[in-house]
């Protein structure tokens, strides 16, 4: 299983940018797809999560201005709509995918946030 994400770059605080990721190499759906992101010195962090069903999981500091969603048409697609982007909220994001007791990692996508 590969994932391939897209839609990084630079945008000023208050801003906003999409993120979009696509597994491919499976004909299987994947139970959970979300997003991580890891600033510079720190740990990697969950930014949110959707099951297959629906069910969306957010962190406390992205509440209110992040949005996941899965793509209908477009199996194991996943997006996140970052509105109203803070400087804290600069780092790598990383797309991850899980079935079964697999988990998938693809190679991240840079945001950067200006005050």
């Known amino acids: 299983v590969q994932l391939q994400a897209s839609g990084g770059g630079l945008v000023q605080a208050g801003g906003s940018l999409r993120l979009s990721c696509a597994a491919s190499?499976?004909?299987?759906?994947?139970?959970?797809m979300g997003w991580y992101r890891q600033a510079p010195g720190k740990q990697r962090e969950l930014v949110a999560t959707?099951?297959?069903?629906?069910?969306?999981?957010y962190a406390d500091s992205v509440k209110g201005r992040f949005t996941i969603s899965r793509d209908n048409n477009k199996k194991n697609t996943v997006y996140l709509q970052m509105n109203s982007l803070k400087p804290e909220d600069t780092g790598v994001y990383y797309c991850?995918?899980?079935?079964?007791?697999?988990?998938?990692w693809g190679q991240g996508t840079l945001v950067t946030v200006s005050s």
């Open positions: 991850q995918s899980v079935r079964d007791v697999y988990v998938y």
């Open positions: 190499g499976t004909i299987f759906s994947m139970n959970v």
């Open positions: 959707i099951t297959r069903g629906g069910s969306t999981n």
